[in-house]
């Protein structure tokens, strides 16, 4: 019986690189990028370890966290965070937070798969077999944005470079902002050392 996993991130080719990371047969994905539907999702899937990114929408990774470990059946349960390139943490929040790694991006999918496993089989007998998650009722169906089984509808290779090279380009703009935002700074600093004595504003 497969050990189940909830990945909720932003970015789509996060999660079809973990998804292609966990093809064999012993390890089920369960995805989302949406912040809102991780509770729901929870309940449901009943995982054997949780990822989140930090930057999730409507409902943030701090905040998803927090909740879970004051929940009885999840405040032991592995949980990684990925930061995304160029986010800064929220040292206030973080401090609050109870998460067994923070991964930062561009991660290595195999390396943090294998984080994973040795996470799970750290909390798991090596004898017990996962939990059946309960059957979801009719009336609360699985979000229609995560996928209701084990893999995701495969994402066709001209829309997977697509994604890399949106993903890639909001990076390179990102780095563009606070290289010129770092040169601005220094310009200013130089020009203020120098002004002559009697120039210098106070």
Do not use: N
């Not at 909720?8 to 990028?33: R, V």
């Not at 930090?54 to 965070?81: C, H, N, V, W």
């Not at 089989?121 to 309960?134: A, F, I, K, N, V």
């Amino acid at each position: 019986m497969a050990y189940r996993v909830l990945i909720a991130d932003s970015s789509p080719s996060a999660l079809k690189a973990l998804h292609l990371a966990f093809q064999d047969s012993h390890y089920d994905l369960y995805t989302t990028g949406d912040g809102g539907e991780v509770m729901g999702l929870l309940r449901q899937v009943k995982p054997d370890a949780i990822v989140l990114g930090l930057s999730l929408p409507r409902t943030d990774g701090y905040e998803l966290a927090l909740q879970l470990r004051r929940m009885k059946e999840f405040e032991r349960i592995p949980l990684l965070l990925l930061q995304a390139a160029f986010e800064e943490l929220e040292e206030d929040r973080l401090a609050e937070l109870d998460c067994d790694e923070i991964v930062s991006k561009p991660f290595d999918s195999e390396e943090l798969a294998h984080k994973i496993r040795t996470l799970i089989s750290g909390t798991r007998d090596p004898e017990s077999l996962p939990e059946e998650p309960e059957p979801v009722r009719a009336e609360d169906p699985v979000p229609k944005s995560i996928p209701a089984g084990p893999s995701p509808e495969p994402m066709r290779e001209d829309q997977m470079k697509q994604q890399i090279k949106q993903e890639v380009f909001e990076m390179e703009r990102e780095l563009e902002k606070r290289i010129a935002a770092r040169v601005k700074a220094e310009i200013k600093a130089w020009l203020q050392f120098d002004q002559p004595e009697g120039q210098k504003k106070s």
